[in-house]
């Protein structure tokens, strides 16, 4: 993840992203909407939304969900983080059709950018490739890879017709970035189509579509083997124990359950702008938590159960100075990787119990938001609950909030 910027000092904050994720997953086959199937334990919108939900990238993520489905709305929801507005929107039967929902859900964007959640490994440097177009002027903008086979045209009896000269030919990825405006007017005179992408519809509409360079990781999850590609390219971006563990992990997940404990204390912000994120939840118009991170106490200390429990570290052996990619990253977020990690390491989450002590916020009216938010992320029950301190303490004094956190494990089987 890029450094984050404040979106309002940057174009990020005229840009908005759409996620497509309203598909069904027909050609994978898994047996429920392609957007809900793991990957590394989590859905594989849960890694799409990890890169595409940057401030530095845009100020709005609208994801397009399964129309009648809820099953993706906790990954929705847990995706938010600082600077960046996450909305679920229903999709349509087509692709042409979610893209559309999306669009009207954020009638103020001047620049979109249009991504497939099956894309799950896309990079944050394609996001900047093609916004960087965009800012550059380009109206209309696709990642492409050059082609490795030569491709034949053919009519409907699979008889050849032409051969393309395959210099000039190239495969097109997401996010593809549009201007606004010419993006809605393209898809209003298409409606009811079912073009594949929506550089087609701007080609067809007279827009000059420029191709900036594509990458291998950001290839479509569509069949099983795609899937397999994407767990065996996942375990390769992961960095090896030299680089992340400075303490040894257990050679094997040995002997029976494992509980670890965690503890997280954060002071609320003296800056009365600071957004409150705890229990990977955002709550309006509360006083926010101070940090370098997003001050998610709740989520913190169960990483820090999780690692406890596994003996692989602490959070900051994990997501500490040396590892930049994670500066600013939300409570969510690291909770999500923290899980992956122990899962690495040899072990099944059981459960993940956490409790905070604090005079606010008010937590009981969305404690089942907050437990159905954090147990899509680990892909485990996570419940958490909440106490004041009857005024004793940094807690009581309003001063903060503290969080402990229990995690236990098992070994995989
Ligand atoms: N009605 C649809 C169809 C597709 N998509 C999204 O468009 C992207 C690219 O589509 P594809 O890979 O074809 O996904 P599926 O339609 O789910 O797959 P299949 O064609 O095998 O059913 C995916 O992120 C998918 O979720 C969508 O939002 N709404
Ligand atoms: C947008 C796209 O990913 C570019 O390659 C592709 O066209 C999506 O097509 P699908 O038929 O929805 O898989």
Redesign the pocket.
Do not use: C
């Given at each position: 993840m890029s450094t984050p910027q404040p979106a309002s000092t940057s174009s990020a904050a005229r840009t908005a992203i759409i996620?497509?994720?309203?598909?069904?997953?027909?050609?994978?086959g898994a047996g429920a909407?392609?957007?809900l199937v793991p990957l590394a334990g989590r859905p594989l919108l849960a890694h799409a939304l990890d890169v595409a939900v940057d401030p530095a990238l845009a100020a709005t993520v609208v994801v397009?969900t399964?129309p009648g489905d809820d099953r993706l709305d906790a990954t929705v929801a847990a995706a938010a983080r600082p600077g960046v507005n996450v909305i679920g929107v229903q999709?349509?039967?087509?692709?042409q059709?979610?893209?559309a929902a999306g669009l009207a859900a954020v009638p103020e964007a001047r620049r979109v950018l249009v991504h497939?959640?099956?894309?799950s490994l896309t990079s944050t440097a394609q996001f900047e490739r093609v916004a960087g177009a965009l800012a550059a002027g380009a109206v209309a903008v696709v990642p492409g890879l050059a082609v490795v086979d030569t491709i034949k045209l053919v009519d409907r009896q699979g008889r050849v017709t032409s051969t393309p000269e395959r210099s000039r030919l190239r495969a097109v990825q997401t996010p593809q970035g549009f201007d606004a405006s010419l993006l809605r007017r393209a898809h209003a005179s298409a409606a009811g189509g079912d073009v594949?992408d929506d550089a087609g519809l701007m080609e067809a509409a007279g827009a000059i579509v420029q191709v900036v360079e594509g990458e291998e990781r950001a290839f479509?999850?569509?069949h099983p083997r795609d899937l397999e590609r994407a767990e065996r390219l996942l375990a390769e971006l992961r960095p090896g124990p030299d680089e992340v563990f400075d303490v040894e992990a257990p050679a094997a997940a040995p002997g029976g359950p494992r509980i670890g404990l965690g503890i997280d204390v954060h002071a609320f912000s003296e800056d009365e702008g600071t957004e409150l994120w705890l229990a990977g939840l955002h709550w309006p118009g509360e006083r926010g938590l101070s940090g370098h991170s997003d001050g998610d106490a709740v989520a913190h200390a169960a990483c820090d159960a999780l690692f406890s429990a596994a003996g692989i570290g602490d959070l900051g052996t994990h997501f500490g100075t040396s590892r930049p990619e994670y500066a600013g990253a939300s409570g969510a977020r690291l909770l999500g990787e923290a899980c992956r990690l122990v899962r690495e390491a040899g072990f099944e989450i059981e459960n993940i119990s956490v409790q905070f002590v604090g005079n606010r916020p008010k937590f009981s009216p969305r404690r089942a938001e907050a437990d159905a938010a954090l147990s899509a992320v680990a892909g485990a029950p996570v419940s958490v609950i909440a106490t004041t301190s009857d005024g004793l303490g940094f807690e009581g004094e309003g001063a903060g909030i503290s969080a402990r956190a229990v995690a236990l494990l098992r070994p995989a089987r």
């Open positions: 996620v497509v994720a309203a598909g069904q997953g027909t050609r994978l909407p392609k957007a397009v399964p999709g349509g039967e087509t692709r059709a979610s893209v497939d959640a099956a894309r594949s479509k999850i569509t």
